[in-house]
Nanobody
Framework: QVQLVESGGGLVQAGGSLRLSCAVSGRAFSNYAVGWFRQAPGKEREFVATINWSGTMTFYADSVKGRFTISRDNAKNPAYLQMNSLKPDDTAVYYC??????????????WGQGTQVTVSS
């Protein structure tokens, strides 16, 4: 079993930055790719970014490319999502997930509870 806990969300003005963390416990963290997804009110959950088990490959949604950076530290366990140049459209609950290296949510076996990110204009 794998448990994931997100942190780092909050309220920020447009143009600001936040760094989300995903703490993983349970089975070997380095066995899994880590993905970030988000869900805004009234919308479906959407893919944001993913990183493979070794940290050598990353993939981003077009909407965040160039603004967000996903990373991981297998020695210390967490994964991160650095979010810069935030826009009001980035407002959502952000979830981290562990599973396969894919942009499809069904490829992830384990999910965190989510952390709220609110970007004011």
């Amino acid at each position: 079993q794998v448990q994931l806990v997100e942190s780092g969300g909050g309220l920020v003005q447009a143009g600001g930055s936040l760094r989300l963390s995903c703490a993983v416990s349970g089975r070997a963290f380095s066995n899994y790719a880590v993905g970030w997804f988000r869900q805004a009110p009234g919308k479906e959950r959407e893919f944001v970014a993913t990183i493979n088990w070794s940290g050598t490959m990353t993939f981003y949604a077009d909407s965040v490319k160039g603004r967000f950076t996903i990373s991981r530290d297998n020695a210390k366990n967490p994964a991160y999502l650095q979010m810069n140049s935030l826009k009001p459209d980035d407002t959502a609950v952000y979830y981290c997930a562990a599973g396969r290296y894919t942009s499809v949510s069904t490829g992830y076996e384990y999910w965190g509870q989510g952390t709220q990110v609110t970007v004011s204009s």
